[in-house]
């Protein structure tokens, strides 16, 4: 999906803008909800486990219009929250 989104962007002259420090993205809360064992098989481990996580993180990046130099709204640098 990343490869996908990455090349996406390549396309269409977008590029994402971070500030570098860690305002960039900052976790508000991370809370695990279940725990699941998996049974093993030719494709998976034995004691491998799926873990269930909601998460809140609050980013802000930009992502910039190569040829307009340009935020692309909604990423213009403001803060925007994630929730799982």
């Given amino acids: 999906a990343m490869q996908a989104t990455m090349e996406d962007m390549a396309r269409n002259a977008q590029r994402v803008d971070l500030a570098g420090d860690e305002s960039d993205f900052q976790m ?7 725990a ?7 494709e998976t481990p034995a004691g491998s486990c799926l873990l269930h996580v909601s998460y809140e993180v609050q980013e802000r990046y930009t992502i910039l219009d190569c040829h307009s130099e340009q935020p692309l709204p909604p990423f213009d640098g403001s803060a925007r929250e994630q929730k799982s």
Wanted: hydrophobic residues 30%; positive net charge.
């Fill in 28 to 34: 508000i809360s991370c809370r695990l909800s279940r």
């Fill in 36 to 42: 699941q064992i998996l049974q093993s098989d030719s």
